[in-house]
């Protein structure tokens, strides 16, 4: 196959999986701007990067995205709450995380950001619930709906 055919399928892939991500992240900030609650945060950005870049990689999947977030929100919460924040502590929410999502088989990297984010921005447990599971199940709605009728990409892989 000579590359002048595959450039084209390239092209088009990098395309739906830009306008993915702007739209799903347009959506959040809209919701965020129009309402009380917080629908986005930082590490929802790599998120898009995998979510619609990569859709069958099993980084991507739904257990992923959503438990990956939320174990690694909870932890970084549980660890701010009960030994502050300090610099062993951020850290230990890191390597936690890491441990946690691995055995748990929900990795997600960019969800181990979000001890970080939590514990330097001082965020209570609310943040569990805005942004961090109303963002993540957002995120596997809008994936599937544009993956299932604008992208063409079988999404999910798998839901659990």
């Not at 799903?24 to 009380?36: D, W």
């Not at 977030?69 to 890191?94: K, N, S």
């Amino acid at each position: 196959m000579k590359i002048a055919q595959i450039f084209p399928v390239r092209q088009k892939t990098a395309l739906l999986a830009g306008i993915g991500a702007t739209g799903c992240i347009t959506a959040l900030s809209f919701l965020s701007s129009h309402s009380n609650a917080l629908w986005l945060m930082a590490p929802f950005g790599a998120t898009m990067v995998i979510l619609f870049g990569l859709p069958a990689s099993p980084l991507a999947q739904p257990r992923n995205i959503v438990a990956g977030h939320l174990i690694t929100a909870a932890l970084g919460l549980m660890v701010a709450h009960f030994l502050g924040v300090h610099e062993w502590t951020l850290g230990l929410a890191v390597g936690l995380s890491i441990v946690t999502m691995m055995l748990s088989n929900t990795i997600h990297p960019p969800a181990g950001a979000n001890p970080l984010l939590i514990m330097l921005a001082g965020e209570n447990w609310h943040f569990l619930v805005t942004p961090v599971a109303s963002g993540a199940i957002l995120m596997v709605g809008f994936g599937y709906v544009y993956h299932r009728f604008i992208s063409g990409q079988p999404y999910p892989q798998r839901w659990l």
